[in-house]
């Protein structure tokens, strides 16, 4: 089903450790709208649409957001790599040092593991789309607010890469609801269901 490439969708090249950027970034790899659960939502979701361009297009962006999470990875392991233990104690990394050393942990910035719980999937394909829209605009206010605490441009550079396919993705949603709605009866139950209203 995937081809992968050796080499991340965007370039990530990091010059100088920072644990405090890495402890804020990792939450885009683990926390509550981070790429992982973006790619299982999307992933779990395609096969209750009701076309195979929307199931298409669920499978597309899934998979770029296992993209995005291997980018948000390598960005993470680059602000931590070879940190000292005056610099983790410095710079605010030591709770995490201790559970995981500068081991990579699906977590919020906050430390709260990943939890399957983040995303939803209903079977019901506008109320899927739905939830997809907001979840790709809690996922770009969470890149405003990285780029807000961040300043090193090899840093900014990737996360302003993401925001931007971020706000992709809420259009592409967009236009997929349109189309469903498109493909349902007049009176389908989404709009109306004659066993619940008059």
Known sequence: MWIYEKRLEYPVNIKKTDARAAKIIITQY????????????????????????TAGLLTD????????????????????RDLTIEQIKA????????DHTSGIYTASSSGIPWTAAYYQSKGDPLTDLSENMAAEQKAR???????????DPDITDPIKFL??????????????????????PSNNYYFKNLSFDR
């Open 141 to 151: 206010t969470t890149y405003d607010n990285i780029l807000r605490l961040v300043d």
């Open 91 to 98: 710079q605010g990394f030591a709770d995490y040092f201790v």
């Open 163 to 184: 925001r931007e396919r971020e706000i992709v993705h809420y259009q592409r949603f967009g236009e997929a609801m349109r189309n469903v709605q498109d493909l349902l």
């Open 30 to 53: 683990g926390g509550p709208d981070g790429e992982l659960g973006a790619s299982m939502r999307y992933l779990s979701q395609r096969y209750s649409m009701p076309d195979r361009n």
């Open 61 to 80: 962006i899934g998979t770029e957001e296992l993209a995005h999470f291997e980018m948000i990875a390598a960005m993470v392991r680059q602000l931590t």
